[in-house]
């Protein structure tokens, strides 16, 4: 994924169409693992969620950071509620970041100027 955003075959700032496609994208793939799947098989096979500090749309850059941060969340709560690994949720991120280190304050006020 850096190579990707290094060599800028990833658009930082595309237009609100495509914007809207790839947070429905995301989207699905927030659900899909929230059935059962991998992170690494869902919502991390789009690009921008791998570096969402990158994206130069405030929008799509607060949408991504959000649902990372949604993720997290999610993934604390079935830890505590004792579901047994991949049996009935995957919790394992892959080695993937979770936007964990940005408090939830930060995520709501971007999505706010956003």
């Keep these: 994924a850096a190579e990707c955003f290094e060599a800028g075959l990833v658009p930082l700032s595309p237009d609100a169409e495509t914007c809207v496609a790839i947070m429905d994208r995301i989207l699905a793939c927030e659900l899909s693992w929230q059935g059962g799947c991998a992170l690494a098989q869902t919502v991390f096979t789009c690009l921008y969620m791998h570096r969402p500090e990158k994206i130069e749309d405030p929008m799509l850059r607060a ?3 959000c649902t990372l941060k949604c993720c997290n969340g999610v993934k604390r709560i079935v830890s505590r509620a004792e579901v047994y690994e991949e049996e009935d949720f995957s919790t394992n991120t892959g080695g993937f ?3 964990g280190q940005m408090k939830d304050a930060e995520v709501t006020s971007a999505m706010t100027q956003a």
Aim: glycine share 16%; hydrophobic share 15%; proline share 0%.
């Design 63 to 65: 949408y991504c950071q």
């Design 97 to 99: 970041g979770l936007c």
